[in-house]
């Protein structure tokens, strides 16, 4: 009989040599800022952005937990991978739920032959409160795009954009456009002093080109887990920033040799007070880990009432308020690690060669793409009063 985790072990042992080298050079990166195009490519060329895709299609037909637990891994290699690949994500799954048959089938085996996608989004500047300034305009079939996106994450290294657009003053979609299109700018300007990477800039369309036929209009969307969904790849990214919190204390303590004449051991690894420390980051790192993965579950379950039949709306709200729940406690789980950390040690542990502040900026990065007070206050309201959660975010400037 085959136990659970064996097919996982399969799965994963295609990509743990990959993600082995990939954490080699993380520091480097990190270092240098030397975009990661060679990481992304290894994992295009190993198939893992088709890990959720049919096997007919081209991919590994992996399970949403499966996924997950590859992104955990991912992110304890280079946290900058994970969100990179997360806009990529978000489309292959959508797609693997569209009601379209040609369309699915024809996204899915663009990923299954290894197509990447990024995401153009998010506007900023005055704009009123959710209006979309990015138009599709429709010259006798001839679909043209204009407009400027920023936090365009992991478009640097993309085949194709999701472009969230509207075409006269109802519909909004995401119009999916060539990142070659002669129309479309690329602008590597992100300047946060975490997830330094994940080449999250502008994108600029004058005139890109799209077709009615790859445009996801929002009203064609049915009841859905998406927000959930993109929500825990952060917490997978952050769990991975946990593991390799943990990975790189021990690696520290275990080389030094040096002690404190206040010390408590012969050695820094023969110290029970730093003995404690990195057994509570490992029970930090867990407890992270296996919060996100509770809360994939109910991704798994709804998946499952679909292949029986029809979804309840209580499984979407159930899903979405325990991804609310999982932010809240992962995101200050791993921040906690990741500030525990520098307890192993002394001044060399903040040199900058080792890059060990790199967890930190990381995880405050990511805590901070959906902010955390948010989610409690509407977990907190679903709690009292029994409110619905949110199923769309909209950012701009209340008039």
């Keep these: 009989m085959t136990r659970p985790d064996e ?41 893992f952005g088709a890990v959720r895709v049919p096997v007919q299609y081209g991919g590994s037909g992996a399970s949403i937990t499966d996924l997950f637990r590859l992104l955990v891994e991912l992110g304890e290699a280079d946290s900058n991978l994970p969100q990179i690949l997360r806009a990529h994500f978000g489309i292959t799954e959508e797609r693997l739920h569209d009601t379209d048959p040609a369309r699915r089938e024809r996204w899915l085996r663009r990923i299954g032959e290894g197509a990447v996608i990024g995401n153009a989004v998010t506007e900023t500047g005055g704009g009123a409160l959710g209006a979309l300034a990015t138009t599709i305009t429709d010259d006798d079939g001839d679909w043209r795009i204009t407009g400027a996106k920023h936090y365009s994450t992991g478009s640097l290294y993309a085949d194709w954009i999701a472009v969230l657009a509207r075409r006269g003053d109802d519909e909004q979609g995401f119009a999916m456009v060539r990142a070659d299109d002669p129309g479309l700018s690329l602008v590597d300007d992100w300047d946060g002093f975490g997830q330094r990477l994940t080449a999250s800039g502008t994108t600029l369309l004058n005139g890109a080109a799209t077709l009615p036929e790859d445009v996801f209009w929002y009203a064609d969307r049915g009841p859905n887990y998406m927000i959930a969904f993109y ?13 390799a919190i ?26 029970p007070l730093v003995q404690q420390v990195v ?21 798994e379950h709804i998946n499952r009432l679909r292949a029986d039949g029809e979804v309840p709306q209580t499984a979407y709200d159930d899903a979405e308020i325990t991804a609310s729940r999982a932010y809240i406690t992962v995101a200050d789980t791993v921040l906690r690690a990741a500030n525990l950390l520098f307890e192993t040690g002394g001044a060399s542990v903040v040199r900058r060669s080792e890059a060990l502040d790199r967890h930190w900026r990381n995880a405050r990065t990511l ?21 619905a959660p949110g199923y769309s975010w909209i950012v701009g400037v209340k008039h």
Excluded: M
């Design 7 to 47: 097919s996982y072990e399969r799965l994963a042992g295609r990509f743990r040599p990959i993600f082995a080298k990939i954490a080699e050079r993380a520091v480097t990166r990190e270092l240098d800022r030397e975009l990661a195009h060679e990481a992304v490519g290894q994992l295009r060329d190993a198939g």
């Design 231 to 243: 929500q825990l790849v952060h917490l997978a990214t952050l769990s991975g920033i946990a593991r």
């Design 246 to 271: 943990v990975r790189d204390a021990a690696a520290y303590v275990r080389a030094r040799r040096r002690v404190f004449s206040h010390g408590s051991g012969d050695t820094p690894a023969g110290d």
């Design 279 to 299: 057994g509570r980051l490992s029970g930090l790192s867990f407890a992270a880990e296996a919060t996100t993965l509770a809360a994939v579950a109910r991704l």
């Design 367 to 387: 805590a901070v793409h959906n902010p955390v007070i948010y989610k409690e206050r509407a977990v907190g309201d679903h709690v009292l009063n029994g409110a």
